[in-house]
C-alpha cells in the first residue's frame, strides 16, 4: 500500500484528518461547520454522516471509485489488460474546483 494511504487511514481512523473542526482545533481556521450542510465538520461527519453528501450520492461515488481501483489491481494482477469502465462524476470542492 502506498504511504500516502496508509497515512490516511491512519488519520481517519484516530480522527486526525484536517477536518474543519481539527482544522479549529489546531488554529488554523475558524470556522468548524461543514460547508454543506453547516453541522460541525468532524472527521466521521466527513467520511460518513454529511447528510447533503449522502443525498448527493458522494459516498456512494466513493465506494464505487474504490471497487474500480481494487478491480483494476485485480484485473493487472490476473494479466488482464482490459479495465472496467468508469461513471465519473464531477463534485465541487469547497474552494470551487472540481474533483
Ligand atoms: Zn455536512
Redesign the pocket.
Given at each position: 500500500m502506498a504511504p500516502l494511504r496508509i497515512s490516511f487511514l491512519i488519520r481517519s481512523v484516530y480522527g486526525f484528518l484536517p477536518s474543519n473542526a481539527n482544522l479549529v482545533r489546531w488554529g488554523k481556521k475558524e470556522d468548524p461547520t461543514?460547508p454543506?450542510?453547516q453541522?460541525k465538520?468532524t472527521t466521521e461527519?466527513v467520511l460518513s454522516s454529511?447528510?447533503?453528501?449522502l443525498s448527493h450520492g458522494r459516498y456512494t461515488w466513493r465506494h464505487n471509485r474504490d471497487l474500480q481501483e481494487l478491480a483494476a489491481i485485480i484485473s493487472s494482477a490476473k494479466g488482464e489488460t482490459t479495465l472496467p469502465k468508469t461513471n465519473a462524476l464531477i463534485f465541487k470542492t469547497e474552494r470551487g474546483a472540481k474533483s
Amino acid at each position: 500500500m502506498a504511504p500516502l494511504r496508509i497515512s490516511f487511514l491512519i488519520r481517519s481512523v484516530y480522527g486526525f484528518l484536517p477536518s474543519n473542526a481539527n482544522l479549529v482545533r489546531w488554529g488554523k481556521k475558524e470556522d468548524p461547520t461543514c460547508p454543506l450542510c453547516q453541522c460541525k465538520q468532524t472527521t466521521e461527519h466527513v467520511l460518513s454522516s454529511c447528510k447533503i453528501a449522502l443525498s448527493h450520492g458522494r459516498y456512494t461515488w466513493r465506494h464505487n471509485r474504490d471497487l474500480q481501483e481494487l478491480a483494476a489491481i485485480i484485473s493487472s494482477a490476473k494479466g488482464e489488460t482490459t479495465l472496467p469502465k468508469t461513471n465519473a462524476l464531477i463534485f465541487k470542492t469547497e474552494r470551487g474546483a472540481k474533483s
